[in-house]
């Protein structure tokens, strides 16, 4: 029962962004969406916790629908946004560190996947509220430039 009481949170959050990935509500999507949620509430439940103190706080469901919408919005642009500059060649590959303003580990692990979901980027290592990244960008671009888009397109979600 303590378990549950637990990680309750994680296996909604989970089963949620299974649904709204797959927006799919047939039988088998149920049970399985539902069974790899509680799987990976299961597997995480050593990962999450520091002592006897909970890690995850959680993710309200109106932030998560909000921020699958940007995600979806983000992934199709950039991948638009990609193709030209592989054709114009105006680009360079950057490796850049940043600092993120959320502490929950899960928040961390979903930035972190939604910058290499993008095309363009990659989430090259992500360890505490630090992300390092892999990006294209016009040569002499600021960092802070290339911190906006993750700090407002999917960090301010999860804060």
Request: no cysteine.
């Amino acid at each position: 029962m303590r378990f549950i009481r637990n990680h309750y949170k994680l296996f909604l959050v989970m089963t949620v962004f299974w649904f709204l990935l797959t927006l799919s509500v047939d039988l088998t999507n149920i049970i399985m969406g539902v069974f790899i949620s509680l799987m990976v509430s299961i597997f995480a439940s050593k990962v999450l916790r520091d002592g006897d103190k909970l890690l995850f706080k959680g993710i309200k469901i109106h932030k998560m629908i909000a921020y699958m919408i940007v995600l979806i919005f983000e992934i199709f642009k950039s991948a638009l946004v990609y193709i030209y500059n592989l054709v114009a060649h105006h680009y360079q590959p950057v490796v850049f560190e940043m600092v993120l303003d959320v502490e929950d580990p899960v928040s961390v692990g979903i930035i972190a996947n939604s910058i290499t979901l993008t095309p363009g980027t990659i989430t090259i290592d992500a360890t505490d509220n630090k992300i390092t990244v892999l990006t294209l960008a016009k040569p002499g671009t600021p960092i802070s430039e290339l911190e906006r888009p993750i700090r407002e397109k999917f960090e301010k979600y999860l804060k």
